[in-house]
């Protein structure tokens, strides 16, 4: 049975209203099943969260085209897409400072601004607010929406089910730590997590499982 937030890959958008400002598109691209994220305002900026694959398809649904990519880490299967879309719209390029220049240097883009915790992007007369996560990658960052109700978008950091992929013990000790003091620690049960694969889940469904996760060491 298909999950909160679910695409299907290959398939059509999911249209959300997250405010009577703001509308959240979400895709299903590559054969990762990335989720691609973009973020319209009625009048002011748009942003894509992580222009992972299938430029094409993303570039139909991006009218008039976005004014900011975010990446929300350094893993290839996250910025495909990202040198064709770039070149095209010539956006305002952000990823996590620790990971910038790797990004750049994959996607064979140029001029990535780098942002960490508590940077804000202005989208007309919204926003969305920034922090990082260490762990899964040096620079994952975590994009903010604070709309009818608060939206994490969370790239690999966090999924339903647990924290992304970690390749050592102290790795996921920073992961761990920074997903519980960052995100279960400050934000509300009602909070929606959009990861950067799958489906969506909430705070609330995911805060009881926080010590099984520590527990378990993934």
Do not use: C
Not at 56 to 81: F, K, N, S, V, Y
Not at 113 to 133: A, P
């Amino acid at each position: 049975m298909p999950g909160l937030g679910h695409v299907e890959p290959g398939g059509g958008p999911l249209v959300q209203q997250l405010s009577a400002a703001l509308t959240m598109i979400k895709l299903s691209v590559g054969p990762m099943d990335n989720n691609a994220y973009l973020l319209q305002t009625r009048t002011g900026p748009s942003l894509l969260i992580d222009a992972a694959n299938d430029a094409d398809r993303i570039a139909a649904l991006a009218d008039p085209a976005p004014e900011m990519i975010i990446t929300t880490h350094r893993h290839g299967d996250h910025w495909q897409a990202l040198g064709d879309l770039a070149g095209r719209w010539h956006p305002q390029l952000y990823a996590g400072r620790p990971d910038a220049q790797a990004i750049a240097e994959g996607a064979g883009v140029s001029d990535i601004q780098g942002v960490w915790d508590g940077d804000q992007l202005k989208l007309g007369e919204e926003y969305v607010e920034i922090i990082g996560l260490v762990g899964h990658t040096p620079g994952s960052v975590v994009v903010i929406y604070r709309g009818d109700v608060t939206h994490l978008f969370t790239g690999d950091g966090l999924f339903p089910g647990g924290v992304g992929k970690t390749t050592s013990e102290q790795s996921f000790r920073s992961l761990i730590d920074d997903v519980e003091s960052k995100i279960f620690n400050i934000y509300d049960d009602d909070t929606v997590i959009h990861p950067g694969h799958g489906d969506d889940t909430t705070v609330g469904r995911e805060r009881p499982h926080l010590e099984q996760w520590r527990a378990r060491g993934w």
